[in-house]
């Protein structure tokens, strides 16, 4: 890869499926949020714990998955039937979801900033502030500081010129289809009071 190649390349990604009137298929969105990891992996080495928890968390999930893949086929159900179980899938999927959260926040800030800024640690602070933040304590939240300090630059990730536009397009369609995939999981979620802001 040379330096001025864009370490993502969203045309690559098949992206989060469906319908938003849908049911989520739970295999089609594993492999998704695995794309996510895959372009969580561009960002660095530093980043590798995000990485290994997201992976815990999508390992939980295929495994509970793979043990009825017919009555899990549909990622509601498989959540529902295992509240009544042993309630892992839930919580993976709760802290999945949260780190998917973080990515899309951080990629929507990117694609909506006009000035189209190359230091991109405060998108990714934002994101983090957002999302992950109120469940860290100090010490986690001042790990994080260190580990978003050393996020790539714009060209870095999106490449320039042709490349960049390129990568922006494909997220015009990418970000909203993911977006309405975490907001149809957040309402799962807490309809079944599976994800409580901390006290």
């Avoid at 968390?57 to 498989?78: A, C, P, Q």
């Avoid at 000035?115 to 991109?120: G, H, I, T, V």
């Avoid at 975490?182 to 006290?199: R, Y």
Wanted: charged fraction near 25%.
């Amino acid at each position: 890869m040379s330096a001025s190649a864009a370490r993502i390349q969203f045309k690559a990604l098949k992206g989060f499926p469906g319908n938003a009137a849908d049911k989520i298929e739970t295999r089609a969105f594993l492999d998704a949020a695995l794309e996510i990891v895959t372009v969580i992996e561009t960002f660095g080495k530093l980043f590798t714990p995000v990485i290994n928890d997201m992976n815990g968390n999508i390992d939980k999930l295929s495994r509970v998955y793979g043990e009825n893949v017919l009555k899990h086929h549909y990622l509601e159900d498989m959540i529902v039937l295992n509240i009544k179980g042993e309630n892992v899938a839930p919580n993976a999927l709760l802290w999945l979801k949260r780190g998917l959260q973080l990515i899309c926040i951080f990629f929507e800030n990117i694609y909506n900033d006009d000035q189209k800024q190359e230091a991109l640690k405060h998108h990714l602070q934002n994101a983090y502030e957002r999302t992950l933040k109120q469940y860290h304590g100090f010490i986690v939240q001042s790990t994080i500081k260190i580990i978003y300090a050393w996020v790539p630059t714009r060209k870095q990730l999106l490449g320039q010129g042709e490349d960049q536009e390129e990568n922006l397009v494909v997220m015009s369609d990418y970000l909203p289809t993911m977006r309405a995939q975490l907001n149809k999981i957040d309402a799962l979620l807490k309809a079944h009071n599976l994800d409580e802001a901390p006290h």
